[in-house]
């Protein structure tokens, strides 16, 4: 930077030429000089002033439309955010056919220890023994006092367990936030909903995850963001599943059995309404696994799916659909019943009825075990296979629980011509009731093959034709004189014209060769109402026996049936049915005039 001197010599002599003061001329540049240090100053400041007053202005512009947005937002609790690959915790509610709760979430918390932190271990330990009865404290201290750094004490606990333990004041006994599977109805629809358990876990949270029934096979949907939380829609309709398990439970324990199944199906779609196993379990605290004995005795096996039996006579619809079908009979075609039957060794006896000739009717009527053998010999072993497979009676069925693949029939190793005998009245070949409701609702309903399912239904879906209408028809009218004159008159209810077959089966040894004497598989199959089916309903009772006689009665028709018409009783008015009254009774109505 160049500078102009104070006392520029040119100036000097010239002023002293003059007679001026040169003194002046310095004094003048000096004034100047300062003036011009003054005005860069002065712009030097304003320039500063200016920046800070745009920082200014930017910050309260920033301040200012945040408040604003939080203004204009809902408010919310904040949540903490952990370091690492996070636990997707949410999953998806499992609701009923009507929107009711059957499983949801519920936030609790975690309860674990970091042993080095703690001031007083054998305090915690006592105390924490005093709140978790289950907990041992000796071995909690053992861990406390041992090389541990992190011990997991409880996955979840309830709200006043946590204040509990909070009151304990040890600084190493710290909770986390949990999510839990909640199951609000305890037991209620057990067997389909499975259950859920932990996967990854954190101190921060955990993965839910199904263990069993649809939690499991729906797993993937349960927990998929991209659902946004919708529900998961079943079938089922919590009213009438209570209703049936409340029946079938009193049931079985005034008939003394060993465990019961009942599955209630929609004919036309195929929703399984109402699907029961007893015993059952409650999910929210599910049993362990049985490691040793029958796995059927526990609570966990669900009877009406993975529960394969011989169904006994309530088979004997099928071979008299199946001979009309065909064109060899009709309903008033008479057949041979005279025996026993013969077959090489194998000797067929009936035991209702001792004759020599019924219709095909009273066939299905009387039970008739040598009928229902004469009339599959004209149908022979190839065409019943196929009829069978047809209704779906020699596969698994395709219902979403994660044990339906288990339920797999056991199939006679040589379809013989003995075979299609006894398999015409349910020996021989064995299933599950989820089957026979499936078979029997493909029957009745018109002739078309329908497949059980658990999710609702917005649209009936017709399936391939397996008789024709007027065969479905005939069908259903010989299994209401079932109920009218047979083995199932305990199965009437006034208004709902049931129709349906009893099924009486010997249990088989667990050796697998030969049969109890005094153990039965007892079935009862009804459909209603009988002038227009629209349910199928299933019930199987397993060893039971009614002792209020002389001598036990284990058939069908003494245990399952009025079960069964209890059960109809209950439910029907649930479903929308109205009953149906016979007015051409009089009701004792004078009409009068004004």
């Not at 300062?34 to 512009?61: N, T, W």
Request: aromatic share 6%; charged share 20%.
């Amino acid at each position: 930077m160049i500078r102009t001197p104070l006392r520029p010599l040119a100036r000097i002599l010239s002023a002293r030429a003059q007679g001026e003061d040169p003194a002046a001329i310095e004094a003048e540049n000096r004034r100047k000089r300062h003036e011009e240090m003054a005005d860069k100053q002065r712009q030097r400041a304003e320039g500063r002033l200016l920046v800070l007053g745009l920082a200014f202005f930017c910050a309260f512009g920033v301040i200012g439309m945040r408040m604003g947005a939080l203004a204009s937002s809902v408010p919310e609790e904040p949540r903490a955010s952990a370091v690492g690959n996070p636990i997707i915790g949410q999953r998806s509610d499992i609701v009923d056919r009507n929107g009711r709760i059957l499983a949801t979430n519920l936030a609790t918390h975690s309860l674990y220890a970091h042993p080095r932190d703690m001031i007083n271990p054998e305090h915690a330990a006592t105390e924490l023994a005093k709140i978790f009865p289950e907990l041992d404290a000796e071995e909690l201290l053992k861990d406390f006092t041992g090389d541990r750094r992190f011990l997991w004490i409880r996955r979840q606990i309830s709200p006043e367990q946590m204040q509990a333990v909070h009151d304990i004041g040890s600084p190493g006994l710290l909770f986390g936030p949990r999510e839990m599977r909640l199951y609000p109805n305890g037991p209620i629809a057990a067997h389909v909903l499975g259950g859920a358990s932990y996967g990854r876990e954190g101190v921060a949270s955990a993965e839910v995850i199904g263990v069993a029934g649809v939690e499991r096979q729906f797993d993937a949907y349960l927990r998929d963001p991209a659902n946004e939380g919708a529900p998961l829609e079943l079938s089922l309709d919590l009213t009438v599943q209570a209703a049936a398990e409340q029946v079938l439970a009193g049931g079985m324990s005034i008939m003394n059995a060993k465990g019961a199944a009942s599955v209630l199906m929609d004919i036309h779609t195929g929703e399984v309404i109402s699907m029961v196993s007893l015993p059952d379990f409650d999910p929210n605290n599910r049993p362990r696994v049985l490691t040793n004995g029958d796995q059927s005795d526990s609570p966990l096996f669900n009877r009406a799916v993975q529960g394969v039996y011989e169904l006994g006579s309530a088979f004997k619809i099928f071979a008299a659909a199946q001979a009309m079908e065909l064109g060899l009979i009709n309903p008033n075609t008479i057949i041979d019943i005279s025996g026993p039957l013969t077959w090489g060794r194998f000797r067929i006896r009936d035991f209702r009825y001792n004759g020599e000739e019924l219709s095909a009717t009273d066939v299905i009527v009387e039970s008739s075990n040598i009928g229902t053998a004469r009339i599959a010999m004209m149908i022979g072993a190839d065409r019943q296979r196929d009829f069978l497979g047809s209704l779906g009676l020699l596969e698994p069925t395709p219902i979403e629980l994660t044990e339906g693949p288990t339920g797999k029939p056991l199939l006679p190793r040589n379809w013989s011509e003995i075979s299609t005998m006894t398999i015409s009245y349910g020996h021989g070949l064995s299933s599950s009731p989820l089957h026979l409701a499936a078979g029997y609702a493909s029957l009745l309903n018109g002739g078309t093959r329908v497949e059980p399912t658990l999710l609702r239904m917005a649209n009936e879906v017709e399936g391939p034709r397996v008789v024709s209408e007027a065969v479905s028809r005939r069908s259903m009218e010989m299994l209401r004189q079932v109920v009218l004159r047979g083995s199932a008159s305990f199965g009437e209810v006034p208004g709902y014209n049931v129709g349906g077959k009893t099924g009486t089966a010997d249990k088989p040894l667990t050796s697998g060769r030969g049969y109890y004497d005094d153990k039965v598989i007892a079935t009862f199959a009804a459909a209603f109402p009988a002038d227009d089916p629209q349910y199928v309903l299933i019930v199987t009772l397993d060893e039971p026996s009614e002792n209020s006689g002389d001598e036990p009665r284990r058939t069908a028709g003494w245990t399952a049936v009025p079960i069964a018409a209890e059960m109809i009783r209950r439910v029907a008015p649930l479903l929308g049915l109205r009953p149906q009254v016979d007015s051409s009774q009089s009701i004792g109505v004078t009409l009068t005039s004004n």
